[in-house]
């Protein structure tokens, strides 16, 4: 039995500096997002807004470039939904919305590497997550802005490079009644602060 102790410490002390060299070798960063869409920039956050369009082709999609590696990347961002505000319908209690996205992501030869949701309700300003550039109002801000906020993780496999973003469906509950949007070309969702998390080669 005395004989096993420095057995199993050095397969602990092995064992710790492979996770080490591990954590060593894993890097998140920014990710390279090729945007064909760009809301804005959000006026409180300097992040830019981009666009989630339904889209029957995987090229015609945010295309995100996951770095070569070893392994798995994972990209994350953070999913919202689009709203387009108005101060009149806010004021006299119309403004209620409820908002269903969905998404997919793929790699571009047509492997859906996940589905993702968002949820979210609007009923008043406080709800947008920022106001965007570039908009012809007085404040210089459009009507279309982000509301709700989900992050969303999506494993990549290492044969994979590039995948893309792209709209599936929106489904929007309103006092007056209900809608859903099915059109390639309909924006149905937005996403910001693209990263990817991976081990360098």
Partial sequence: MRAALPIAAALTALLSTAAQS???DSRVEAAEVRCPAVLGVGVATEVVF?????Q??????ILVVVPRRRGEATVSFTLHNRHTYSESETRAGRAYTEYTAEIAVAALD???LGRRYILSEFRSAGDLIDRVTGGAGPEGVKAVAPTGRERVFVSVPEDVDTIS???QSL?????????TFRTPGRPVAVIS???????AP
């Fill in 22 to 24: 591990r954590a060593q």
């Fill in 50 to 54: 981009c666009d989630v369009r339904i």
């Fill in 56 to 61: 029957n082709e995987a090229g015609r999609g």
């Fill in 110 to 112: 047509g492997r859906v």
């Fill in 165 to 167: 973003i792209v709209g």
């Fill in 171 to 179: 489904d929007v509950v309103r006092l007056d009644g209900r809608e």
């Fill in 193 to 199: 602060d693209v990263e990817v998390e991976y081990q």
